[in-house]
């Protein structure tokens, strides 16, 4: 029979990603608060990077009159913070701390780590030093915050969520032992470089040696640190059986527990709300499209998205850009299809004579020049995705049946051509695809079905291999999510089937896409927090365990 589940009484965990929206751990940490929260009133500290110079951050909620006392103990002691409460749902005490000072000592941080777990920074570069500096001073502020404000009695776990707050995790190992550590890797760094400088991954999984491979791709002090603490920490961690696998081959580690990533369906309007807000959607894309190209969009478009970080082949952005050039030649197709390419590119400012037919409004008929993307870029040339259209003539012609549309902004509301944030525009999709090559988990297509968008993803991802497992068989887009079969070598394979499955949900009728969308919505369902939270809970009793007994044994 299973032992009771030991509870932390306090949780720290520390992200760069804390206050400071840049991509899916922002939105794993942010949707999870209010279930802890609920969980552990106000037991819950979250720490960040301070990277706004004292300015104000909209995402943060000073309050200088919290914990006055230990701050301006911290304050003397030169670890400088802020203090209050993070602007998401659950509102959980949030600390910013400022890391500039740690860099002055750099080196002899980087000697100690050495010293303590063999963590070789020689070879550091780019965002390596700026990392380890916020991890280790987040390490002092749960350090400090434990000594002066709670009592040693009190269970207490440290979460450090990638590879950028290991320095720190490393360091509440060796000098705050009482303190259950936790580290979660969402995407090894070596296996995201490995996958993304062209080399099979899956194939060869078995046989790579991830320090080698480390020294190969000018990788070593982030790989070193990520499997020293992934060795070293109570409880190791990681979001799919996908990357489980891949850390267990790459940082010799298994994990002990799978977090797998859910949502909090709070931000998806219902009923008469969702209706209007996916017409809106809809009648705003549309009217983009029709002001950049010139062409008529009816609302019989079938408007199919792609999103996410830039990552051209890890994204599987290629196959995207393959399926949408072959659509143009499936007569199979039965609706006209616009496909967007949303991911944020570098960008030099929206453009001008975009913006203006957008403020005259009215329709168009003549397409404007360059009529494939919505912003001005800098390097154009250099670009991957306009790069695949021109060379493969994809110039939205008024006639052709197929139009793609880059979109190379982050859309947050402010990005002078949609002015709607994300979320505001994936609701007006019919369908999204991320035939992702490498792919931890995958909130892109979480997201796209809690909106009740059915989607199309790969057997390579966390998320696709989690939805088969749901419905018990190679999902389809029946079921809600087309899951393709993806390897090493098969990319011109997935983008035929993806093309193929457009051609098939364009030919749906509307009791049919009724049905996917109801499907759809029913996964997303399941993968509420309320119903993944369980598995942190094993984390949290796993590295308490490990705590009690290190105390034993020193008592002893």
């Not at 040693?152 to 190992?173: D, F, N």
């Not at 705050?176 to 969402?186: G, K, S, Y």
């Not at 598995?535 to 949290?540: G, L, N, S, V």
């Amino acid at each position: 029979m299973r032992e009771t589940r030991l509870v932390p009484d306090f949780i720290f965990e520390s992200s760069w990603e804390v206050c400071n929206k840049m991509g899916g751990i922002y939105t794993v940490l942010s949707t999870r608060a209010k279930t802890l929260q609920e969980q552990f009133p106000d037991k819950l500290v979250f720490i960040g990077p301070d990277l706004w110079g004292g300015k104000e951050n909209p995402l943060f909620e000073e309050d200088a009159t919290m914990w006055r006392p230990w701050v301006k103990k911290a304050s003397e002691s030169g670890l400088h913070v802020r203090v209050g409460r993070w602007n998401i749902p659950g509102k959980p005490y949030t600390i910013l701390v400022d890391f500039q000072p740690y860099f002055d000592m750099k080196n002899e941080l980087y000697g100690k780590a050495w010293e303590d777990f063999q963590v070789d920074s020689l070879h550091a570069y780019g965002d390596y030093d700026e990392a380890c500096m916020f991890s280790y001073a987040a390490a002092l502020v749960v350090e400090s915050f434990f000594r002066n404000k709670l009592s040693s009695k009190k269970k207490v776990v440290y979460q450090a969520h990638e590879w950028m707050t290991c320095l720190g995790a490393l360091y509440i190992r060796k000098y705050v032992p009482e303190i259950a550590t936790i580290f979660t890797t969402h995407a090894t760094s070596i296996g995201r470089s490995i996958a993304g400088n062209n080399k099979p991954l899956y194939e060869y999984l078995w046989a790579y040696n991830g320090t080698q491979m480390a020294g190969e791709l000018n990788m070593e002090a982030k790989h070193s640190v990520e499997r020293q603490a992934a060795h070293n920490v109570d409880c190791f961690t990681t979001v799919s059986d996908v990357t489980g696998r891949e850390c267990a081959e790459l940082l010799d580690k298994q994990p002990d527990v799978i977090l797998p990533n859910g949502f909090e369906a709070d931000f998806v309007p219902s009923g008469a709300a969702f209706n209007k807000r996916r017409r809106e959607a809809r009648a705003k894309i549309l009217q983009v499209a029709n002001a950049l190209t010139g062409a008529e969009f009816t609302d019989d478009t079938l408007i199919v998205a792609t999103s996410g970080r830039y990552e051209y082949r890890n994204k599987g952005i290629d196959v995207f850009l393959e399926a949408a050039y072959r659509s143009l030649y499936d007569n199979d197709l039965q609706r006209p299809v616009l496909m967007l390419v949303q991911v944020p590119a570098w960008v030099e400012s929206p453009r001008t004579d975009l913006q203006e037919r957008l403020r005259l409004g009215g329709t168009y008929s003549e397409p404007l020049p360059d009529p494939v993307i919505t912003h001005n870029l800098y390097e154009p040339w250099n670009d991957p995705v306009l790069n695949f259209l021109r060379s493969h003539g994809m110039k939205n012609d008024v006639h052709s049946r197929v139009k793609v549309i880059f979109v190379p902004c982050y859309l947050n509301g402010n990005d002078g051509i949609f002015q709607m944030p994300y979320y505001d525009l994936l609701i007006g999709d019919d369908l999204a695809a991320y035939p992702s090559y490498y792919e931890p988990w995958g909130y892109t297509p979480l997201e796209a079905v809690a909106f009740h968008v059915p989607c199309i993803t790969t057997s390579l991802s966390g998320f696709g291999a989690w939805v088969s497992n749901c419905v018990g068989h190679d999902s389809r887009l029946e079921d809600g999510v087309e899951v393709i079969s993806r390897n090493d070598y098969n990319a011109q394979e997935v983008a035929e089937q993806l093309s193929a499955t457009i051609a098939r949900y364009s030919a749906f009728d509307k009791k049919t896409i009724d049905k996917v969308r109801r499907n759809a919505a029913a996964l997303a369902e399941k993968a509420l927090w309320k119903n993944f939270i369980t598995y942190y809970y094993d984390a949290y009793d796993i590295a308490l365990r490990k705590t009690i007994e290190r105390k034993k044994n020193k008592e002893a």
